[in-house]
Structures are given as structure tokens and as C-alpha cells.
């Protein structure tokens, strides 16, 4: 062997290349809204200015058969994995664990999700917006975080990991992270134009940095999910296009959606959803204030297709248009959370606090503002999902019938095509992987994968009369239920609390009747007998039972799991933000809170706050007198009878529960320096957004300006719970029904 010169270069190591995408595999754009109805697209019928989604439907596809799981957990965690979210163990929500395997809130790790199952292909994947498919109570700053973005595929991730969040005040993280938003109200910041903004970085950073290799990006937005929030100048447009009201705006759609194909020429209007009024029978001040209602949803969804555009604009500019395959749909229909009425803020009636028709009269003007948490009423929900029945958390069309917007210009020759076929979001991944090339893997980390349970669709994009779906698909959400097989589908709306076996089953031939307006089940109780059958078979074989449809028990029994005997929480100066369901649960309970701190002369600030301008509570120091606020959709205040003396105290507020209300009382040093009446508690509701000690880091619970930074010394600030547990379960189940 020659010698060789110690000097010279070594020879250059054998690098592995890492894993290669198949030839002609597509860059993947995912766009996901939160609660939009079937025909809120400007494509799908509606009058909302949605021109980038026109667009992209004008170089591909509309599916008019797209369905989805009625909520947006379990349609997540179907798109995510490409099996159904009973299989995969999110039988309803990220937010409680039953202990049933269908039903722990988590999807199971031999469900890999669409990033995991691209990786080893070449892909980078980029998750932007909200994820919800993770236990709330494994949110916080410990985890666990194997049910994080980053654990379960994606290679970064931006966005809230909740139901909803606040679009002026988002609870945010970055990878696993939480991090403060970039801006406030006041200088202009919106959630969605944040999320663009980072999915453009993690595009075109990737385009930088690895041009020829393919990506794929997930963003959703917290449009259009309560608070519907939006520029003030949006929705002040919208006030004149919906004077007419819900009756007449659902007339328009179906006659624009049968122009468009979308439905076919014969479909019929159902009646009004129950509880619905209709629009000439309504007071008129109630009408002005449902039409700025529905102006806030319209002007969210307008918002973010302004985003949307922003986006395909950095496609472009990249070169990336063509071989980028889009996908833009809905999780669920649109929601009913916002009542008969809707609401302005509906923190205060979450916590028992009315909010009667003259104060929603009066702000008005607040309606998609910092202050509000609105939501329209069921009259808006209803047209949003023309021409279906029902709402989101329903198995009629109303809650799983929805948008799918498909386009592929390199690929699809069918521009501004319309596809008919039977699809669902459990076939979503199935129909990614056939179009890229690729087979889901057998193992991932080394734990065995379960089958994929959706079918691809992918020769759709391609013939339009390709076969739909041969096998049946299966509904079923807090006990109400539904199946679809050869165009035939039975569907029960299940009343919380009432025997399954009263429920009554519908019988529908979706080909002839869209709207699921002419029920067969008296004409053909056979057809019926085997589609119930055929729905307890699915049933037992995807996890779905046993049933249950408690609300409140459910939640309460999490509640207490998550809480344990813990009635100590101490925070320590120079912690992090803390999401509200790992905070201190104060709701319909006595508390204390006791704050270690050293002022002098002019300090001021939070000394502790969670929650948000909406809905929380603070304890801080202001013009030299100790103040709590406990703000319910209404500022509740008391402050400090006398002025703080320099040193080391503690500063502290016990809430004492009574039959009569509650009274809060101030003390320094364990002496009472002031009193009064908490009229409305927390009954089932803080808020969405978390806690900070020595700032409030955003929206503000009080009167001062964010984020009012302690300029004392601040220690420590203790939290001590009243051992009485919350009593109304079901009031709260409720509100958390509300938040998804």
C-alpha cells in the first residue's frame, strides 16, 4: 500500500443521500378551516367574498359528496391518519380520556399521521395553525410531548394547540414552545395573517434550503371557530349584504348552487332547523345586531381568503404552482354554539351572567373587537349549511357535509371541474399517499401500524366518472349517529340523556334528495332494518362503543383526574405562560391567592392574571392601591382602601363561595385592606387564554394596558383551591362543547 502525506485531504466520507421522493411527487398545500358550512364559499354559492378559494377552484376540482366526522378533533385526527377517528382512539374530543380505547383524546401511535408516513419519501412537513388533537391537560409546559406536532411527524410546527384561541391574542407556540404573538390589537395584528406569514417562512425557507425536494404544509386556520373576529372595516361591509336575513340568504344560495351544479336542479329547502325563527318575525333591533353577527363570521372567512392569496402569491413567485397539489375544506359544518340569539360576548353567559338584548344592542360596535367573543345565531348556522339540516356536532348533512376544494394544475385537466363522488376525511391521506407514489408503512418508531381505513380518491381528480366509495361509512358524535353506504343513508339525532333505542332513525337516497328533505324510513323499513344494523356492525368494528353521551360527568370526571387532590399551586418568578387547563381550576369554589413582592414607592403592575379582555381575573397594583378584577363579560372590582407602604408583603385576595354571591376580600400581610361583592363567579368558564405571574403578557383582563409589567421585586405567587369541587358538570360540559 503507498504511503500517504498526513497532509492531504482525507478521502471524502460516503454520506448517505437520505430518502428520495418519487419521481413527479407533488409539493402539498392543505388549507383547513374551522366551522364552515357547505355553502360559505364564494364557489359553493355564497356571497362572501372568497375570490383566492374561487381561484383555486377554477384551476381544479369541487367535491360536492365530501363528508366529514361532525367536530373537529375527530376530523383532524381522519385527515391526519387516514383512519377513523374511533379506530385511532378520538372518538369525540382532544379534551377528555373516557379510559375506552375509542375514546382517549390522543391518536394511538400505530396511527401514523400523513407526515410520519411521508418522511421516509423525501418529505419536510410544516404544521401552521391549530392542532387540537392532543389531551389539553398534556399541553403544558412538562408535556408529555408525544402527541406534539414535532412528535408525530412535522418538522416545525406555529400555531395553538386548543380548540380556539383568541385572533388578536392567540395562545401560541413555536415547535414546543409557547411564545407571545408578534403584535397586538392595537398595532395591527391578526391571527390569520400571522399564520400566513409563517407558512410563507417555512415555505420558501424550504425552497431555500432544499429546492428539488417536495414539502408538505398544513395550514389551518382558527377561522371561522368563535370568537369570530375580524378588521372592523370587513365586517361593517357585510352589514347591507345580509339585511334580508337567513330565510332569503338560503333561497339565494341553493338557487346559486344549482346554477353552479353544486346541487342538483330538483333539491329542496328542508323547513327551518329547530328553534329557528324566522326572519320577518324578529324585533328589528335583534336583526341589526344578527346581521353585524353574521358580518363578524362573513368578514373572518373574507380575512383569511385574503391570507390564502397572500399564500398562492409566494407559490407563484417560488415557481411552485403548477406541481403544488391544494387542498381547502372545512373540518365540520357550521356551529351551533352561538344559539338562538348568538352572542356579543359569550363569556358572561358561559358564567351565568345574561346577556339581554339591550346590552348586545348597545355594543354593538364591539361585535369582532378585542372585547368580544362572538358567535352568530343559529338562523346564520343554518344558512351557512344550505341546503343540509342540522349543525356541527350532528350526523345530518348539516355537521359532516362540507367543502373540498382539490387543485393540481400540473396534473388536473378538469379546471373548475365539479366531482360528484362520495368522499370522506378518512380517505383524505389514502388518496395523498396514491398521488404521491408511495404505500403507508408497515412500522413507524418501530410500532406496528393499523390499516389505513379510507379509500383513495385520487382517480377522481382525474375521470370524473370514477366509482366513489364501495365501502360503507360510519357517524357517529355524542351519540348521535349515521351511515352512508350505496347512496343510501340512515341518520338519528340523539336527545342527550334519552334511551338510544327511542331514537328515531331517518331514512335518505342521497342521489335523489341532497338536502335529506324526503325521509323513506315508513316506506322502506327494510332498507332502514339493514342500514341500522349495518351502522352496529361499523360500530363494533372501529371502537365506537359503548356509547355515551354524558356531557358533564365526562368533563368533571377530567377535571378531577387532571386536578388529583392538588389544591397548592405555586408559581415562582421567572415562569412561562401556563394554558389555562393546567392552571389553577378557581370555577364555583372559595380560593385563595397570595402574592410575595417588594415595592417601592411607584411600583405597580400584575402581579398575577389569567385570561383575557373577554373573561379572567387579575390581581395587581395601580396608582399605589392593591386591585382585583374578576371579569365575567363584566369588570367586577375591588381595590385597596389604603395605599401600599414600601417593602417586602404579601399581597393577596380570598374569594369566599356563598349562597348569597361572593365576596372578595383584599389583604396585605394577612391585615383586610378592602371588600366587595363578586356578583358573578366562574361558574364554568375562565377563559381560553392561559396565566402569567408579573405581567399580563396580551389581551388585558383589566383596566390597564398590556402587558402592565410588575416593576417590583415579585417572588413567588401562591394559588390555594377550596376543596369543594365545581357543582354544575353539566353547565360546564357545556361550555367546553362550546369552545370545540
Known sequence: ??????????????????????EGAPNILVILFDDVGLSDFGCYGSPIATPAIDAIAGRGLRYTGFHTTAMCSTTRAALLTGRNHHSVGMGCLANFDSGYPGYRGKI????????????????????????????????????PFDGWPLARGFDHFYGFMDAETDQYAPELVRDNTPV????????????????????????????????????????????????????????????ALFQDGWDAERERRLTRMKEMGIVPADTILPPRNDFVQPWDALDPDFRRV??????????????????????????DAAGLTDDTLVLVLSDNGASQEGLVYGFVNAMGPYNQRPEFPAEKLARIDEIGGPASHSNFPLGWAMAANTPVR??????????????????????????????????????????????????????VAGVAQMPIEGESFAASLFDPTA??????????????????????????????????????WELFYLPDDFSEANNLAAERPDKLAEMIDLWWREAEKHQVLPLDDRFGPRFAENAARRLGDR??????????????????????????????????AGDQ?????????????????????????????????????????????????????????????????????GSGPIRYGFVNFISWSGLDIGQDRSSPVSHYPAPFRFTGALRKVVVTLDDEAPADAEGAAAVALARE
Not at 1 to 22: E, F, H, K, V
Not at 108 to 129: C, D, Q
Not at 403 to 431: C, E, N, Y
Request: charged share 20%; net charge negative; glycine share 10%.
Open 390 to 443: 342540522r349543525y356541527k356536532q350532528n350526523t345530518h348533512g348539516g355537521g359532516i357535509r362540507d367543502p373540498l376544494v382539490v387543485s393540481w394544475p400540473k396534473r388536473i385537466g378538469d379546471h373548475g371541474g365539479l366531482r360528484h363522488q362520495f368522499a370522506h376525511a378518512v380517505d383524505v391521506a389514502p388518496t395523498l399517499l396514491e398521488l404521491v407514489g408511495v404505500a403507508p408503512p408497515e412500522t
Open 567 to 600: 389544591r397548592v399551586f405555586t408559581f415562582h418568578a421567572g415562569m412561562g405562560h401556563i394554558p389555562t387547563d393546567i392552571a389553577p381550576d378557581l370555577r364555583d369554589r372559595s380560593f385563595r391567592i397570595d402574592a410575595y413582592a417588594t415595592v417601592e
Open 605 to 673: 403592575g400584575v402581579l398575577i392574571a389569567h385570561g383575557d379582555a373577554t373573561c379572567g381575573y387579575s390581581l395587581y397594583i395601580k396608582e399605589g392601591r392593591l386591585v382585583y378584577d374578576q371579569n365575567v363579560g363584566e369588570h367586577q372590582i375591588v381595590a385597596a382602601d389604603r395605599p401600599i407602604g414600601p417593602g417586602e408583603h404579601v399581597f393577596s385576595v380570598s374569594v369566599e363561595k356563598g349562597d348569597g354571591g361572593n365576596v372578595a376580600t383584599l389583604l396585605i400581610d394577612g391585615e383586610p385592606v
Open 108 to 143: 394511538a401511535r400505530a396511527a401514523s399521521t400523513i407526515a410520519e408516513m411521508l418522511r421516509p419519501h423525501g418529505y419536510n412537513s410544516y404544521m401552521v395553525g391549530k392542532w387540537h388533537v392532543t389531551p389539553l391537560g398534556e399541553t403544558g409546559p412538562t408535556g
Open 290 to 315: 344578527a346581521c353585524r353577527l353574521q358580518g363578524a363570521y362573513a368578514a373572518m372567512l373574507d380575512h383569511a381568503d385574503r391570507q390564502i392569496a397572500r399564500v398562492m402569491a409566494a407559490l
Open 467 to 504: 366509482p366513489g366509495r364501495t365501502s360503507p361509512q360510519y357517524f357517529e358524535m355524542f351519540g348521535h349517529r349515521g351511515v352512508i353506504a350505496d347512496g343510501w343513508k340512515a341518520v338519528a339525532f340523539h336527545p342527550p340523556g334519552t334511551p338510544y333505542d327511542a331514537d328515531q
Open 180 to 239: 407571545a404573538p408578534p403584535g397586538t390589537y392595537e398595532s395591527g395584528y391578526h391571527l390569520s395573517e400571522d399564520l400566513a406569514d409563517e407558512a410563507i417562512r417555512y415555505m420558501t425557507d424550504h425552497v431555500a434550503a432544499k429546492p428539488d425536494a417536495p414539502f408538505l404544509l398544513w395550514l389551518a386556520f382558527g377561522a371561522c371557530h368563535a370568537p369570530h373576529q375580524a378588521p372592523r372595516d370587513l365586517i361593517l361591509r357585510y352589514d
Open 1 to 22: 500500500m503507498p504511503n500517504r502525506d498526513p497532509l492531504a485531504a482525507p478521502n471524502p466520507p460516503s454520506w448517505p443521500s437520505g430518502p428520495q421522493p418519487p
